[in-house]
């Protein structure tokens, strides 16, 4: 059923003179910062981390298996690539010290032989002629 011009010009001018209760815009920010609190908090820590990697799981569709796989196989390579290959062989062998023996060698420097600073030895620019 449509309204006609006439009921919605007397409903908006029925509602024109409701008020809202004093202190209700700022119950209403109070409560408003208090969800948004609420919903920071609940973002924080594993438990928030765990909703939000659940959500973005749920959100892939059917890659999801794809990113599944590739998970389960870094979990492997992982497991692999860091499991001790022996447990008796390591623990039984004793480390052994490694000795550097370092040699101390000077810097050669080669001095010049003769350097001729004498201003006829100079060049118009004051450079040295060779």
Request: hydrophobic fraction near 40%; avoid cysteine; glycine fraction near 8%.
């Amino acid at each position: 059923m449509k309204s006609t011009v006439e009921e919605i010009g007397s409903l908006l001018a029925l509602k024109r003179h409701e008020r809202p209760e004093e202190g209700y815009f700022d119950e209403f920010l109070r409560e408003f910062h208090q969800r948004r609190r609420a919903e920071e908090a609940l973002k924080r820590g594993p438990a928030g981390w765990w909703k939000q990697a659940s959500e973005w799981i749920s959100s892939l569709g059917a890659s999801k298996w794809a990113y599944g796989g590739g998970l389960a196989y870094l979990a492997v390579a992982a497991f692999w690539v860091l499991a001790p290959k022996d447990p008796e062989l390591r623990q039984s062998a004793a480390p052994t010290p490694v000795v550097h023996e370092v040699k101390v060698v000077p810097p050669v420097v080669e001095q010049l032989g003769a350097l001729d600073l004498r201003p006829s030895a100079q060049g118009s620019t004051g450079e040295q002629e060779f």
